[in-house]
């Protein structure tokens, strides 16, 4: 055998394709198979239909909801006003890869705040970004708007965003619903069922 071929991770229902390139060296090949944790799940033999086996140790890891944002602060705020949210995403393994966004650009780290990574009893990762800045008149712009989103990925597989606007305190004032008031941010969430195909496969030849 010199190498196999396959994704590490699949959504629950896909196919995958696996390959197993190998080199006879001349000699003839009378079968070749797949294991996973020592257990023979497929086998080729030239000439002859493939057999396939059932297999187990396919984990499935449900991702309860997509990240969450929170944080207190006023609907309607000015330049100089400190923003300081986090963006959490619950239940998954591997651990989802968080990042935030003012505006649609993705945030510097010096405005990031990291947290500790929590490992609940069943073994799935809980993970939680910080942002921390002050508002300037350019996150405003001529729309007076300011939008931050936090996505959540793993890997090609899964992918969440929330997100929050923030009005200008002039655009408020102008507007008929008077001053801001405080506000609990809620981030947007959603479910996804992920298979995580946890691949220790190898490939052998017969020969």
């Given amino acids: 055998m010199i190498k196999t071929h396959f994704p590490s991770h699949v959504v629950m229902g896909k196919s995958m394709n696996m390959t197993?390139?190998?080199?006879?060296?001349?000699e003839r090949v009378y079968q070749v198979k797949w294991y996973k944790d020592d257990n023979e799940f497929y086998t080729y033999i030239p000439g002859s239909s493939a057999k396939t086996y059932d297999t187990t140790g396919m984990n499935i890891d449900n991702i309860d909801r997509g990240p969450n944002i929170t944080g207190?602060?006023?609907d309607s705020m000015d330049e100089g006003d400190r923003i300081w949210v986090n963006c959490t995403?619950?239940?998954s393994r591997p651990a989802a890869q968080l990042t935030w966004y003012i505006n649609g650009a993705r945030s510097d780290n010096a405005s990031l705040r990291w947290y500790p990574e929590q490992v609940d009893p069943s073994g799935l990762r809980n993970v939680t970004l910080g942002l921390d800045f002050?508002?300037?008149g350019s996150h405003f712009?001529?729309?007076?708007?300011v939008?931050?989103?936090c996505t959540a990925e793993i890997e090609t597989v899964f992918y969440q965003s929330a997100n929050v606007r923030i009005v200008s305190r002039t655009m408020a004032m102008r507007?008929?619903?008077g001053k801001g008031s405080a506000?609990?941010?809620r981030g947007s969430s959603a479910s996804l069922l992920l298979l995580l195909l946890l691949l220790g496969l190898r490939c052998l030849s017969g020969g």
């Fill in 20 to 26: 197993c390139d190998y080199d006879p060296e001349g």
């Fill in 72 to 74: 207190l602060f006023l």
């Fill in 89 to 91: 995403s619950y239940r």
């Fill in 134 to 136: 002050r508002l300037r």
């Fill in 141 to 145: 712009g001529s729309t007076g708007l």
């Fill in 147 to 149: 939008m931050l989103k």
């Fill in 175 to 177: 507007s008929p619903f």
């Fill in 183 to 185: 506000l609990a941010l």
